[in-house]
């Protein structure tokens, strides 16, 4: 009973807490990071997948096909270890910021492409079923009004596609932030490499100048915690607006005649 009342004392100390919080800070930072770059890039190699079927680009087809296949289809574990042996870090990087050394900055810069790389894979083929959502008469009404392809993918097409995949792309958001804590397997900064951290010098902080049992379940129960209410907060989003989507051709089958 002592052992458990030091391993919450970890808990309850300010230093430990900030230190925690700073990782989940950095982890929501690198996940959303992911995210944005992962929907950008995604979105370009679905366009080249979906659109490129003619015969001089065909070949930018098979090229995504093939980044997609093979980052989908392996382990982001693997990539991760890959970006940390032959993946360049600018310069610009290769200095202290945001609190961290150097070093650190370089392992949080690789361990990022690694996660943006691997994520752009599966929001590719999301935003591909979007586009696939999307009634190709679109593109012959955008051509009737005088728009160019490049204008009907920006204004009419992608717009339509994204409003259609808003609640699986909040799926792959949580998905992300979970895969986060691999990246505690090459000692980045995020909130599991913290509390792994935190694990080993526990016998500074539980009062009792020993690591125990009750000290792992303490601090992988708090980061188990952390986890579930960033992801069950973002869940119950997707769940409100599955719940919307579906009311909207109810409410309109109930306004027509």
């Known amino acids: 009973m002592e052992a458990f009342k030091g391993s919450l004392t970890m808990i309850t100390n300010p230093a430990v807490f900030a230190y925690v919080m700073k990782g989940v800070a950095f982890t929501i930072v690198i996940s959303v990071v992911a995210v944005l770059c992962g ?6 190699l679905a366009m080249v997948r979906n659109y490129c079927t003619s015969k001089k680009t065909r070949v930018f087809q098979w090229l995504s096909v093939i980044y997609i296949e093979i980052f989908r289809n392996t382990p982001l574990l693997l990539w991760i270890f890959i970006c940390l042996v032959f993946c360049p870090c600018p310069k610009a990087l290769e200095h202290k910021m945001w609190g961290l050394s150097s070093a650190e900055v ?3 810069f690789k361990t990022a ?15 591909r079923g979007g586009l696939n959502s999307v009634a190709h008469g679109q593109f012959e009404a955008g051509h009737s009004q005088g728009f160019s392809t490049v ?3 920006l204004y009419i097409v992608l717009p ?15 998905t992300t932030i979970k895969d986060s804590s691999y990246l505690a397997n090459v000692a980045t900064i995020e909130l599991m490499s ?20 009750s000290d792992v379940f303490v601090l992988f129960g708090f980061a188990c915690l952390i986890y579930f209410i960033i992801n069950f907060t973002l869940s119950c989003v997707v769940r409100r607006m599955q719940k919307r989507k579906k009311a909207v051709p109810a409410r309109r089958q109930e306004v027509m005649p």
Do not use: C, D, W
């Open 39 to 44: 929907i950008l890039f995604g979105s370009i």
């Open 151 to 153: 204008q009907i993918m």
């Open 113 to 127: 492409v690694a996660l943006i790389l691997f994520t752009s894979s599966v929001i590719a083929e999301i935003v």
């Open 106 to 108: 370089k392992l949080l």
């Open 194 to 213: 913290r509390v792994k951290k935190l694990l080993s010098s526990a016998h500074r902080y539980n009062g009792l100048n020993t690591v125990n049992v």
């Open 160 to 174: 339509q596609a994204f409003r259609n995949i808003v609640p699986t792309l909040l799926s792959q958001v949580i």
